[in-house]
């Protein structure tokens, strides 16, 4: 039967063909786990052994919290009591004492940072309150290493102020200096001994030792490298012998040393041992030394592999012979971090739990050999993931996922991410790239970063023509002549551009294209400043032409004051006839600067570029920290009315944070109170229908809009996903969420309908009861309604709805109670599984299936036919069609604004400056320089040479980058008067072999 017209009493209920003072209907976002089940479980830093139990165990990862096993590994729960997710190291005081230490950026009472205490066995855990910290710096209360003195029970902590000390298990603590010796490790032995390593660049002496338990401090004779001013001293870099109270060992990358006078003096342990067949790693150096009936055994981690040293003690002496073969173990993932050994039994002080980059290994050989044990559904889920992409395959009903993880590999899924087949492609990646619709397989490209080396890469559909052969079809991508700097953007199927720097005879800096998947190229866009991330991509409409358009984030300048760089956007338009785009440099009133999500070593700036209305941005500003967006392509910017105020939580958490939490120790002198890493990590708007907006957060969760970005909502408890980096809409009210330490989630979003009648206004509707003839509407009291697709099908189990068949890219509504089901996507009608043949639903003639009627119990039994289609939005009020302007936007072009200052650009021979590893020769060149100053070049807050430009105002040096992972800053200044002229940003990466 068709339905007549309802009062607007009911049209705003359910959100329908609404006036335009009328709201949406009510969306329940949720968002839960959606794990991959894949071998890696994340970079784990620190093990903690129960001493009364070797079952129980405790893991805190480097960015996903704590995690807790009770048998032994192969399960794991998170810990979503600590209130803290860049945590750093756990240690057991007793069997129901704990310690765990975290690092806290974004809370205005740096209420995650510092030290937490747990007094039930790790079931909850209280913050406690930053000791007295005096001193002249503006520095946040961070805390890493955990040592144990074995004579007192005194616990040392290494923190960003020096290091802390308790004599009451952990209930309060003193700092007991040195006075601003930003500690990263420590060590405690008998007789009030401890030795504290930093790499704070601003002292000299990188270990400090004290004889009276911290109350004094002196200086030790640690080897500083030559070849880099800091050496690096890891988390659990020093350890205490436990045989002799006056040795230490430690790791200063690459070599282990030994002081056998208390920390006085120190010389190099001899062998050394392979690194494996990169140089630079990604783990964590440690030493680990167990008594033995003839001396100790000494295991050692130098970041990459694990090694085995037996050393005798020599006889008549205290002293032992570390001369001894090196013994190597294997392992399926390396870099490693932390390893643990058993506490009780006949076995104690056996290997149990290796910690690296990979996540948690076993051993069932005494360490010869390590597996990894409990990723995926057993639990352990710390997955660094960068970003996630996905795309329908539209003749196949089909939606292909993509993951780049950092460390762990790029991972292909064909069905949704239910199943993730190996091999992966290459050690991590970055800059997923394809359409997000695809007609059939053979006409998928996926283009991706593959590294180990970082190299561009393109595919087929799962990187593969043939799903299954998983990476057969990944090849190398045929990138621009000259040097690779940038990576590939996908604008049409065939069409992509690419980031190129100035090369004779072929390019100007800015960007090539090519329109035959790069068997050739021509130049694109001509844009002189350094880009930063790859551009993101839009749309509009000029005289019945759809056109892409894209915003590209480019270094404007530099914040002395804040010590980072300023970014603002360039407008790319395509332009036909011509094959160059335009090129246009929005004014950014009211804008300070774009920021940079969580990743170290992958930086994606944050805003969010409308897919159908080119000219709607929204991005955090780090300079401001607010929210702002911009409705006429970024050349004025306004905030978002209370948006600001919510996703901080009234201000809870700061608009941003000026030092990476990976990083603390290589920016000490610099305040923490704003900067380039802003809380709001994301913005993503979804491509098929723009009304739906989500903003990710750092560690208050994710924000949802409905209305184009209007009004916002959080999405309940979802917080528990922390350091969000990427969101990929599947549909409206479905998509994918990654993040840096807590792997992959998913947010769902169901409509709440209470009354299916006024949807017979926008389509005429019918319900047909089985055997019970043809009720009005209003006798659909419980069921599901589907918006923007329909109902292919249907399986009962024991009377009740299991399962629903629907189209892709269809949004749920349940009506009454909601029922929780597994959802298929298909294109086919395959009717309704699990009743009687001849009891099954005739689909009516011009008729879709857009509902089903349940009873209180979940049976089956009614049908709502509808004329068409449910919209999920007034499109009409909301614009879903690409924005239509005129040809004064396209043909928009204007001067950079970098051309009329100084300006400082750096490169690395032969690659992009995203892809720069430890030690690479770095070229420097400057532009409009003050002519005949001498320039001094400062890395990372030190002084590292001098130069001068020429007549014109150019210099070109080389330097070379820093041994340390992670981002750096360099700034070029005047050497007489210390003005900062301009500076520049960038990450060092290691060359993952795994």
């Known amino acids: 039967m068709k339905c007549q017209m309802y009062s607007a009493l009911f049209l705003a209920v359910v959100g329908f063909a609404l006036p335009a003072q009328s709201q949406p209907s009510p969306i329940d976002w949720t968002l839960e786990e959606f794990q991959p089940n894949v071998p890696y479980g994340g970079r784990a830093d620190t093990i903690a052994v129960n001493p009364s139990d070797n079952r129980i165990m405790f893991v805190a990862s480097e960015s996903g919290g704590l995690f807790k096993t009770t048998d032994g590994g192969t399960h794991w729960s998170h810990v979503d009591t600590l209130g803290a997710y860049y945590t750093s190291a756990v240690a057991y005081v007793t069997s129901d004492i704990l310690l765990a230490t975290a690092t806290d950026r974004f809370s205005v009472g740096n209420e995650g940072g510092g030290i937490w205490r747990s007094s039930d066995g790790g079931v909850t855990w209280s913050h406690i309150p930053s000791p007295s910290l005096g001193g002249p710096r503006d520095l946040r209360f961070d805390a890493r290493e955990i040592s144990i003195a074995p004579d007192t029970g005194d616990i040392f902590v290494a923190t960003s102020y020096g290091v802390a000390k308790s004599s009451d298990q952990g209930a309060s603590w003193i700092v007991r200096g040195p006075i601003n010796f930003a500690a990263i490790s420590v060590s405690a032995q008998s007789g009030n001994l401890v030795i504290a390593g930093s790499n704070d660049s601003r002292f000299s002496t990188k270990v400090v030792r004290s004889d009276d338990g911290g109350a004094t401090w002196a200086a030790t004779n640690f080897p500083v490298p030559v070849s880099f001013p800091v050496p690096v001293f890891d988390l659990h870099a020093l350890a205490a012998s436990p045989l002799d109270a006056n040795t230490f060992y430690a790791y200063g990358d690459p070599d282990f040393f030994v002081s056998e006078d208390g920390g006085v003096s120190w010389s190099k342990i001899v062998p050394t041992f392979s690194r494996g067949p990169q140089d630079f790693c990604g783990g964590i150096g440690f030493v680990k030394p167990l008594a033995t009936p003839t001396g100790l055994t000494l295991w050692l981690g130098n970041r990459c592999t694990v090694a085995k040293l037996v050393a005798p003690q020599i006889p008549g002496t205290s002293r032992f012979d570390y001369s001894g073969p090196v013994i190597q173990s294997t392992a399926d993932h390396w870099d490693t971090r932390d390893m643990a050994f058993r506490t009780q039994g006949p076995d104690t002080g056996a290997p149990l739990l290796l910690a690296t980059d990979g996540g948690v290994h076993r051993t069932l050989d005494g360490g010869v050999n390590w597996t990894l044990t409990g990723s995926g559904p057993n639990g352990y889920n710390a997955l660094q993931?960068?970003?996630?992409?996905?795309?329908?395959?539209?003749?196949?009903?089909?939606?292909?996922?993509?993951?780049?993880?950092?460390?762990n590999g790029i991972w292909a899924s064909g069905d949704g991410g239910l199943t993730w087949p190996p091999p992966n492609a290459g050690p991590e990646g970055l800059?997923?790239?394809?359409?997000?619709?695809?007609?059939?397989?053979?006409?998928?490209?996926v283009t991706v970063t593959a590294c180990g080396p970082c190299t561009n890469k393109v595919g087929g559909r799962v990187f593969s023509q043939t799903y299954g052969a998983a990476f057969s079809g990944l090849h190398q991508w045929p990138d621009p002549p000259g040097p690779v700097v940038g990576h590939p953007t996908s604008i049409f199927k065939s069409f992509h551009n690419q980031g190129v720097d100035d090369t004779p005879g072929k390019f100007l800096k800015g960007f090539a294209a090519t329109h035959d998947l790069g068997s050739s190229w021509t130049q694109y866009a001509v844009v002189p400043a350094d880009r930063r991330d790859i551009p993101k991509l839009s749309a509009i409409r000029v005289a019945h032409r759809q056109l892409p358009v894209q915003y590209q984030a480019i270094r404007t300048g530099f914040d002395a004051t804040r010590n980072f760089e300023i970014v603002h956007l360039v407008r790319l338009t395509m332009s036909p006839p011509s094959t160059m785009a335009s090129v246009y440099f929005p004014a950014m009133n009211g804008f300070g600067g774009i920021g940079i999500s969580p990743p170290d070593w992958d930086w994606h700036h944050v805003f969010g570029v409308d897919p159908k209305d080119s000219?709607?941005?929204?991005?955090?500003?780090?300079?401001?920290?607010k929210i702002m967006?911009?409705?006429d392509g970024g050349d004025n910017w306004s905030e978002i009315p209370g948006l600001t105020s919510l996703v901080t939580d009234a201000g809870r958490f700061r608009s941003g944070a000026g030092a990476s939490p990976f990083n603390v120790g290589i920016f000490p002198a610099f305040p923490f109170d704003v900067g380039h890493f802003p809380f709001a990590s994301h913005v993503s708007f979804s491509g098929d229908d723009p009304n739906s907006v989500a903003i990710g957060t750092q560690q208050n969760g994710l924000f949802v809009s409905r209305d184009r970005g209007a009004t916002w909502i959080k999405v309940p408890n979802s917080e528990r996903a922390t350091a969000i980096t990427s969101i990929d809409w599947m549909s409206p009210t479905d998509a994918f969420v990654s993040t840096l330490g807590r792997g992959l989630w998913k947010l769902t979003g169901s409509q709440v309908v209470t009354s299916v009648r006024p949807l017979c206004v926008i389509q005429s509707c019918r319900i047909k009861y089985i055997?019970?003839?043809?009720?009005?509407?209003?006798?659909?009291?419980?069921?599901?309604?589907?918006?923007?697709?329909?109902?292919?099908?249907?399986?009962?189990?024991?009377?009740?709805?299991?399962?629903?068949?629907?189209?892709?890219?269809?949004?749920?509504?349940?009506?009454?109670?909601?029922?929780?089901?597994?959802?298929?996507?298909?294109?086919?009608?395959?009717g309704i599984i699990g009743i009687e043949t001849n009891k099954t639903f005739a689909l009516p003639s011009g008729r879709l299936l857009t509902g089903l009627a349940l009873d209180e119990r979940g049976g089956l039994f009614g049908a709502l036919y509808t004329s068409g289609r449910i919209p999920l939005s007034d499109k009409s009020a909301t614009r879903q069609d690409v924005r239509t302007a005129d040809a004064r936007f396209v043909l928009q072009q204007n001067r950079s604004p970098t051309l009329s200052k100084p300006y400082i650009?750096?490169?690395?021979?032969?690659?992009?400056?995203?892809?720069?590893?430890?030690?690479?020769?770095?070229?420097?060149t400057g532009e409009r320089m003050p002519s005949g100053a001498v320039l001094e070049i400062v890395l990372d807050g030190s002084?590292?040479?001098?130069?001068?430009?020429?007549?014109?105002?150019?210099?070109?040096?080389?330097?070379?980058?820093?041994?340390?992972?992670g981002p750096h800053t360099l700034i070029v200044r005047d050497a007489n008067t210390k003005r900062t002229i301009d500076g520049a940003s960038f990450v060092v990466r290691h060359r993952d072999a795994e």
Do not use: C
């Open 385 to 407: 993931i960068t970003e996630v992409k996905g795309q329908w395959i539209d003749n196949l009903a089909k939606y292909d996922l993509y993951i780049a993880v950092q460390d």
């Open 431 to 445: 800059n997923i790239e394809m359409q997000k619709h695809f007609r059939s397989p053979a006409d998928s490209v």
């Open 615 to 625: 000219q709607h941005l929204i991005a955090p500003d780090v300079i401001n920290g």
């Open 629 to 631: 967006e911009s409705h």
């Open 771 to 830: 055997f019970k003839g043809d009720p009005s509407p209003d006798r659909f009291k419980r069921g599901i309604v589907v918006f923007e697709g329909e109902i292919m099908g249907a399986r009962v189990e024991a009377g009740a709805l299991r399962e629903l068949s629907v189209t892709p890219q269809t949004s749920l509504a349940f009506v009454g109670a909601p029922v929780k089901l597994a959802i298929r996507y298909t294109n086919q009608r395959i």
């Open 905 to 924: 650009s750096l490169s690395a021979t032969g690659k992009g400056m995203d892809n720069v590893e430890p030690e690479d020769p770095l070229t420097l």
């Open 943 to 965: 002084a590292i040479g001098k130069t001068e430009g020429d007549r014109s105002g150019f210099l070109k040096t080389i330097i070379k980058a820093p041994r340390e992972l």
